[in-house]
């Protein structure tokens, strides 16, 4: 199997681990008032994007269940990173996403520290670890599901299949015959003839 249908999980889980990042670090940092400093922020807008996220996670699960039934059909699995390397690279790319998000809320939204201010004041640094949470917790459902692949590819091998028999390279098959058509009462089935007289 290409190596992309391994990802496409991954992909699809990253706007709810950029997410997660975000709320977990306001909670670390502001703890009961973090729902207050949310909104003082201008971080409102992030209620908006939650039936996309869950549109991403729902076609996550969907590329998951197609890649379960391709193992089935063809018995073959797929590699991939090491766990420490996929989630040290979803850590930094979470923790580069907040970064950019932000940097662009302290530009755009009102009400929000501009600059480094905005990216790590106010328990901003609460993201790296959130970051490191999130991006294990990712990497281990990214090859968790792997695993289950790799899983039902083996069942998929065990199956008994049904081969077509193919005739050997050059052979020249039976030729079709043409039967003609009897009139019915000339075959078997048309019984005794009528008793002499």
């Known amino acids: 199997m290409r190596r992309g249908h391994s990802q496409r999980l ?6 709810f681990g950029a997410v997660a990042v975000h709320q977990l670090r306001y909670q670390l940092a502001f703890g009961a008032d973090a729902s207050r400093e949310l ?21 996550g699960a969907g590329g998951l269940l197609a890649r379960l039934a391709r193992a089935w059909r063809s018995g073959e699995s797929e590699r991939g990173r090491c766990l420490a390397a996929l989630w040290a690279l979803t850590s930094a790319a979470l923790f580069s996403i907040y970064v950019g998000q932000e940097f662009l809320e302290g530009l755009l ?37 792997r695993a289950l692949v ?10 008994p299949r049904v081969a077509a028999a ?7 098959g039976p030729a079709r015959v ?18 002499r007289r």
């Open 39 to 59: 909104t003082d922020q201008g971080h409102a807008y992030l209620h908006e994007l939650t039936p996309w996220i869950v549109l991403a996670v729902a076609v």
């Open 150 to 159: 790799a899983r039902v590819a083996r069942l998929g091998r065990r199956r």
């Open 166 to 172: 193919r005739a050997p390279k050059g052979a020249v």
């Open 10 to 15: 991954g992909v699809a889980l990253f706007p």
């Open 109 to 145: 939204a009102s009400g929000h520290p501009q600059g480094l201010a905005g990216i790590l004041g106010d328990g901003g640094l609460w993201a790296l670890p959130a970051s490191i949470a999130v991006g294990g917790l990712l990497a281990l459902l990214v090859r968790g599901g």
């Open 178 to 195: 043409a039967l003609p058509r009897l009139a019915p009462l000339a075959g078997a089935s048309a019984g005794r003839a009528p008793p």
